[in-house]
């Protein structure tokens, strides 16, 4: 399980633990260049992400709450349920307090996937897309976010 925040200067990427596997860099400049062979485009599917770390101290859970229904009932079928959640990120070396005012997070578009880390991004499910819309940065990094 990891995050992902989208920020003006790139995508940051975060777990539990360091991730391996297919976010591992080849040591090939991805350039978006053909092979000699012709077969492949240097980089296609890869995800290049600026920072790759393991900071997250907790997920917190998913929540949803259910908007009030309509009396009108074309208004009730078109009505759907928001999804919230909370994750802290390790900030005990000041990490994200000195790059915050820098590269701002709030508003920015954030994720969560699932996956091995073995498969390709692509096939990893994403249980949660929304923005950023509160953080608070101490010890921890807080992170609140709302699907939109």
């Known amino acids: 399980m990891y995050v992902t925040i989208q920020t003006h200067f790139g995508t940051r990427a975060y777990a539990e633990k360091e991730m391996g596997g297919v976010f591992e860099g080849t040591g090939v400049f ?4 053909w092979t000699l062979d012709g077969s492949v485009i240097l980089g296609a ?9 393991a900071r997250v101290l907790d997920f917190g ?6 908007q009030p229904m309509s009396q009108d009932i074309l208004t ?3 009505s759907k349920q ?7 990120l390790d900030n005990a070396d000041d ?6 005012p820098t590269e701002p997070f709030l508003g920015r578009p954030i994720s969560v996937y699932v996956g091995f880390e073995d498969e390709p991004p692509v096939n990893h499910l994403r249980p949660f897309a929304g923005i ?4 608070s940065v101490m010890d921890t990094l807080e992170l609140e976010a709302d699907e939109r």
């Open 76 to 78: 009730a079928f078109s």
């Open 30 to 33: 991805l350039d978006g260049s």
């Open 132 to 135: 950023i819309t509160e953080l």
């Open 95 to 100: 990490h994200f307090a000195k790059m915050i």
């Open 45 to 53: 599917g890869a995800i290049g992400f600026m920072e790759k770390a």
């Open 61 to 66: 859970s998913f929540e949803r709450t259910i």
């Open 82 to 88: 928001l999804q919230h959640i909370s994750v802290s």
